[in-house]
Structures are given as structure tokens and as C-alpha cells.
């Protein structure tokens, strides 16, 4: 989920590593890429809040998609685009070889990545699960991807800094995933429980492990944006 009711912001996990990371990713030259709501969001927080980076946002040059929002738009070196974001975002990545970043703007993200303009996937996984708190899940009834990981970075002993290629899913190669038993062995398919070492009920730290059953795939739950 990209947030939660009753949680503070970082999930209350942030920590000296992921505070100077966040410094240094937002000093370099780059545009940054909104939609509205967030936009409006982002806005705010840097008025409100005291965080480091904070200085480079202002100073960034931004971008918002917005058929409502109109200029002078009270955040410095914005510029708003009425223009359909896709349409706009293809021609915008045809004539700038600087960098450009979305940051939440779920909507807007969930329709890059389906047209192909996204280039690298940075997703952030927090020590928390938020449970019945938790909204605003990214990725939900978006498209699906495989996804290429180029670089993971452990922030603070416990917050994950995962960057990923994106890769529109069109189908599973052949023979991947678990295989269907022959019918000379049909009676051997169902479930049977995974026998542990004898030492496990003493570990503490003995892995759990989830068998797979059926045709269900695992499934990797990351944040994103």
C-alpha cells in the first residue's frame, strides 16, 4: 500500500541512511513528474514539514499533468500540462536526455508503465504491514510485469531500496513453475506437509515456509512508484 491510516510518514522506519539517500537522489539534475493530486500534496508538505531534501524540490523544475490546475500554481518551477500525459511523456522523453521521476501519482504511474515509458521501477519496502489501515495499493488492477532487478540497497539495517527494469507481462515461458504429476501418479498430488529438523520447535529462527498449492504463483508484494 502507498499509505496508511493512523501512520506517521516513512511508517515511522526512517533513519539516518534513508534521510541522506533521499538527500542525495533529489540533488541531482532531474524533473520531477506529477499528477494533480500529489502534486498538490507535495506542495503542501514542503510548506508544513522540515525535511532535508525538501530544498531540492523546491528548486527542481516540476511537472504536472492536470486538465484543472492552472498557472501561477504556487510551488516554484512548475509548469502544468493539459496535454494527455502519455502523449505528452513520449514526446517529452524524444526531446530531453534529462532524467524526469514520478514520486506517488498512482493513476498517472499505473498509465506509464502500461504504455512502456517507464524506465526503472524504485520501490521502497518498509519494515510494517499496515493491514485494514493500508490504501492507495499501487499496483492493484494495473497491469501486470516482470521485473528485472539492477540494484537492492539495505537502508538502516531494515528498510529496503529495491530498483527494478519493468517488463510488460505477456505470458509464462514453457515448462516454468511447478509441473503436473502424471497420471500414473495422481494419487500422490495432494498436500503433504513439509518435515522439519528436528531442532526446528527449538529455532526461533527456523524458516516458515508456504508450499505452493494448486496453480497459485507466489506472489512479491513491493512498493512502488
Not at 501561477?72 to 522523453?93: C, F, H, Q, Y
Not at 514520478?102 to 493491514?131: C, K, M, Q, W, Y
Not at 495422481?186 to 528436528?198: G, L, S, T, Y
Request: proline fraction near 7%; include cysteine.
Amino acid at each position: 500500500n502507498g499509505s496508511a491510516h493512523g501512520w506517521p510518514g516513512y511508517w515511522g522506519k526512517e533513519g539516518p541512511e534513508l534521510r541522506d539517500y533521499l538527500v542525495r537522489k533529489y540533488a541531482q539534475d532531474q524533473v520531477l513528474v506529477y499528477g494533480a493530486t500529489t502534486f498538490r500534496a507535495f506542495r503542501d508538505f514542503v510548506t508544513e514539514y522540515d525535511e532535508p531534501y525538501y530544498e531540492s524540490l523546491n528548486a527542481l523544475p516540476k511537472i504536472v499533468f492536470s486538465s484543472t490546475l492552472q498557472e501561477p500554481l504556487g510551488w516554484a518551477n512548475s509548469t502544468v500540462i493539459a496535454e494527455d500525459a502519455v502523449t505528452a511523456m513520449a514526446r517529452l522523453k524524444r526531446e530531453t536526455d534529462k532524467p524526469m521521476r514520478s514520486h506517488g501519482s498512482i493513476s498517472l504511474n499505473r498509465a506509464l508503465l502500461a504504455a512502456g515509458l517507464v524506465d526503472f521501477l524504485e520501490v521502497t519496502v518498509f519494515p510494517a504491514i499496515t493491514g485494514r489501515a493500508g490504501y492507495a495499493a499501487l499496483f492493484q488492477d494495473g497491469p501486470e510485469f516482470d521485473l528485472d532487478l539492477v540494484e537492492s540497497t539495505v537502508l538502516d539495517g531494515r528498510t529496503l531500496k529495491l530498483v527494478y527494469v519493468p517488463h510488460l507481462h505477456t505470458g509464462n515461458p514453457e515448462g516454468v513453475g511447478p509441473q503436473q504429476c502424471g497420471a500414473d501418479r495422481a494419487d500422490h498430488r495432494d498436500f503433504q506437509p513439509v518435515e522439519q529438523p528436528a531442532h526446528a520447535e527449538r529455532d526461533h529462527h527456523a524458516p516458515l515456509v508456504f508450499p505452493q498449492v494448486g496453480n497459485q504463483r507466489a506472489k512479491r508484494f513491493p512498493f512502488a512508484a
